[in-house]
């Protein structure tokens, strides 16, 4: 009994800090409830802090039970992080010429490609964050929205490293800064989901060329 419930609340309460921490890395906007000057900051420490608790409390229920925790958490990890990325491919669906305003502001892609990229990166959000929730093919889903991580990654750096003033365009402008602190909490909040995601391609599941 104690090697399930235990294990169960210490993964419970890792997901809610966890959780938290990547919405106030994310979007401080929305807990700065007092509108103080630079409180982002503020709510990015929180975030960071709460992100790291999290990890700290996994570490015994994994001693406890390690077959439930890392379930658990695959479950969760697929869950998350793909209905994270439909979640935002969806309002670049709707309204792909913003998207495409958002991409040409990073000034990376040459500008023939922009309106192209900004059709066909949504529908690869979307079809991949689907796939690692409902297929069994998850290294290869997993292995995309990695590949998808690194590019936002690089195009933040590039952005920041070039002092633009940019709305990051990954979700709708009132749950984001539009400015270069919104740039600096997707960078880190991208950096962030890394871990987790790495891990998951670590796991032991099969490619799709693999037999059972």
């Not at 409180?39 to 992100?51: D, R, S």
């Not at 998207?99 to 309106?115: H, M």
């Not at 600096?184 to 490619?207: A, E, Q």
Request: include cysteine; proline fraction near 4%; hydrophobic fraction near 60%.
């Amino acid at each position: 009994m104690k090697q399930h419930v235990l294990p169960a609340v210490l993964i419970f309460f890792a997901l809610i800090l966890f959780v938290l921490g990547v919405f106030e890395i994310s979007f401080p906007e929305i807990f700065n409830m007092a509108d103080k000057f630079d409180a982002w900051k503020y709510y990015l420490h929180i975030g960071i802090a709460e992100t790291a608790l999290s990890v700290l409390l996994l570490v015994p229920a994994w001693k406890m039970n390690r077959a439930l925790t890392e379930r658990v958490l695959e479950i969760l990890i697929r869950v998350g992080i793909g209905g994270m990325f439909i979640f935002a491919s969806i309002f670049k669906i709707e309204d792909p010429k913003a998207f495409a305003v958002s991409i040409a502001q990073y000034q990376f892609l040459p500008q023939n490609l922009v309106n192209i990229w900004a059709l066909i990166l949504p529908q690869v959000e979307f079809w991949f964050g689907l796939a690692l929730i409902a297929t069994p093919y998850v290294k290869e889903s997993t292995l995309a929205i990695l590949g998808m991580f690194a590019c936002f990654i690089i195009a933040l750096v590039w952005a920041l490293a070039l002092d633009l003033d940019i709305v990051c365009g990954c979700f709708p402008d009132i749950m984001g800064a539009q400015s270069k602190t919104g740039a600096w909490t997707t960078l880190i909040r991208d950096l962030v989901l890394l871990g987790p995601t790495i891990w998951l391609l670590t796991r032991k599941t099969k490619w799709i060329w693999q037999k059972n």
